[in-house]
């Protein structure tokens, strides 16, 4: 691995600070899980490297507040998967935790990480999306918030500006009962990057909502407001049509080496079937 | 050559203190390898894939290729050289012998830092949750069964 200077600031306005004076030539550093790879693979090679995992507004925490769940951006995976709130309002988050790689890497990646990193492949993406949260970034100008829908623009490449770091993941709590689900396809069983990630939500109001990932440049959110998709009673084929629809946004690589587009689009299409059916039938339950 | 600048760093290692100068660029397994001749911990894949490198920080299973040593400032650290107990083998050590788990036996030492905070966590896990538990552990000889045996027996042994 290069060298690199090591820097571990211990306030929010420090981190700030030091994006300023180094710029393009520091990196921030969380859990490390996707960072310490390119950092030895030689594909970034930062003279600076920042530690966030001590910064006090940063503390990995999950908090409620002002009907809205924050989740501090270095929280790990293994937290938020056993957190319960996340589980009693986010069951979809807690099950996207939950399959991201291995116990080990779970202990270490961190949410803020996993959104930043912005692989079309993350596993938090889609039910990000579907239960419409926000991103709150701080840099020079002060904090600002970001809907996750426009968050992601391809393949580690995010909206936040120079200088901006994300601090906090916020999911406003549901005013309408929802049933939820995350579902994915990887090559194998145990840590993998998926082939297809995705998340349906069907809410009390018979809205659908359908994220999935890994099938383009980013993840996509699609949204069904006619209440015919979240209804198991409608015509089966108008039904049909209207799932098809939320699907038009999947454009996979055909360079990808993981699977092939047509792979990945039956997959995506089965996957879709199978999640609408178990978020239907978790609304029913709620 | 440039001189590396090097950081002060103290942690735990099992039970023990050390002050440590380490570059900021060493990973954890270089450090735990290297500077402490704990060689224990293995190195393989460098990419989170396959577990040779797993130690406990502060209670929690890590891959130690993918964790700087500057990060551990602070924090107590386990590897298999701290499973022992008064110079004996563990129970969970033990059950790995009996059971045949160590074929080449390099996967091992990750194998069993992860088991043994699973087992710390859970104290009666079933095949899914051992399998589970393991499941960033692999090994290339293929003991899976066996490894899985070792953990379930240790379980069981536990409550006699
Ligand atoms: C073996 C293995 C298996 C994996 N399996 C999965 C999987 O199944 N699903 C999945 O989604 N991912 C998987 N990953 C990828 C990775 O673990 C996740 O993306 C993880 O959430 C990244 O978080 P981190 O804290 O480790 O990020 P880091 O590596 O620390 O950072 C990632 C990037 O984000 C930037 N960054 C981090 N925090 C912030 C912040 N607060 N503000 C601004 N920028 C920031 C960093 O500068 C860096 O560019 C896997 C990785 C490995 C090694
Ligand atoms: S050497 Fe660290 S996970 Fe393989
Ligand atoms: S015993 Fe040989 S790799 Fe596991």
């Given at each position: 691995m290069h060298t690199f200077a090591y820097e571990r600031p211990a306030t929010l306005p420090e981190v700030v600070a030091l994006l300023g004076r180094h710029g393009t030539d520091a990196r921030l550093l969380a859990g490390g899980t996707d960072l310490i790879i390119r950092l030895r693979d030689g594909?970034?090679?930062?003279?600076?490297v920042i530690d966030l995992k001590r910064v006090a507004e940063l503390?990995?925490?999950?908090?409620?507040?002002?009907?809205?769940?924050?989740?501090?951006?270095?929280?790990?995976?293994?937290?938020?998967?056993?957190?319960?709130?996340?589980?009693?309002?986010?069951?979809?988050?807690?099950?996207?935790?939950?399959?991201?790689?291995?116990?080990?890497?779970?202990?270490?990646?961190?949410?803020?990480g996993n959104i930043c990193n912005a692989s079309p492949a993350a596993d938090t993406a889609p039910p990000l999306l579907v239960y419409g949260a926000e991103v709150v970034a701080a840099g020079p100008g002060g904090s600002r918030r970001i809907p996750i829908a426009d968050f992601f623009v391809r393949s580690g490449?995010?909206?936040?500006?120079?200088?901006?770091?994300?601090?906090?993941?916020?999911?406003?709590?549901?005013?309408?009962?929802?049933?939820?689900?995350?579902?994915?396809r990887s090559r194998r069983r145990g840590h993998d990057?998926?082939?297809?990630?995705?998340?349906?939500?069907?809410?009390?109001?018979?809205?659908?909502?359908?994220?999935?990932?890994?099938v383009g440049p980013r993840p996509v959110l699609a949204v069904d407001e006619s209440g015919m998709l979240a209804d198991p009673d409608a015509p089966e084929a108008a039904r049909a049509e209207i799932l098809e629809r939320l699907f038009t946004d999947a454009?996979?690589?055909?360079?990808?080496?993981?699977?092939?587009?047509?792979?990945?689009l039956a997959m995506l299409r089965t996957l879709g079937a199978r999640a609408l059916r178990t978020a239907i039938q978790r609304l029913a339950e709620e | 050559m440039n001189e590396i600048e090097t950081i002060a760093i103290e942690l735990t290692v099992n039970g023990r203190r050390r002050a440590l100068k380490v570059a900021p660029h060493h990973t954890l397994l270089?450090?735990?390898?290297?500077?402490?001749?704990?060689?224990?911990?293995?190195?393989?894949?460098?990419?989170?894939?396959?577990?040779?490198?797993?130690?406990?920080?502060?209670?929690?299973?890590?891959?130690?290729?993918?964790?700087?040593?500057?990060?551990?400032?602070?924090?107590?650290?386990t590897t298999v050289e701290g499973l022992a107990i008064d110079g004996r083998l563990s129970p969970l050590q033990a059950a790995f012998l009996?059971?045949?788990?160590?074929?080449?036996?390099?996967?091992?030492?990750?194998?069993?830092?992860?088991?043994?905070?699973?087992?710390?966590?859970?104290?009666?896990?079933?095949?899914?949750?051992?399998?589970?538990?393991?499941?960033?552990?692999?090994c290339r000889c293929a003991g899976y069964q066996q490894i899985s045996e070792a953990v379930l027996a240790t379980a069981e042994g536990a409550d006699r």
């Open positions: 594909t970034l090679h930062p003279g600076v503390c990995p925490a999950i908090r409620e507040e002002d009907g809205r769940l924050a989740i501090g951006a270095t929280t790990v995976m293994t937290d938020i998967a056993a957190d319960p709130r996340v589980r009693r309002d986010f069951m979809a988050l807690a099950e996207a935790a939950a399959v991201v790689g291995s116990v080990q890497i779970r202990n270490r990646a961190t949410l803020g490449q995010t909206t936040l500006e120079p200088g901006e770091l994300v601090t906090a993941i916020e999911l406003p709590l549901p005013r309408r009962r929802m049933g939820a689900v995350h579902v994915r990057l998926a082939s297809v990630t995705l998340c349906c939500g069907v809410d009390e109001a018979g809205w659908t909502r359908l994220a999935y990932g890994s454009s996979p690589s055909p360079r990808s080496m993981r699977a092939s587009p047509a792979y990945r | 270089d450090v735990l390898r290297d500077d402490l001749e704990l060689t224990g911990t293995k190195e393989c894949c460098l990419v989170g894939e396959c577990g040779a490198c797993t130690v406990i920080v502060d209670g929690r299973t890590v891959d130690s290729c993918l964790m700087l040593a500057v990060e551990a400032d602070g924090a107590a650290v009996d059971k045949g788990a160590a074929q080449c036996g390099f996967c091992i030492p990750g194998q069993l830092m992860s088991a043994h905070a699973l087992l710390a966590l859970n104290p009666h896990p079933t095949l899914a949750e051992v399998q589970e538990g393991l499941a960033g552990n692999l």
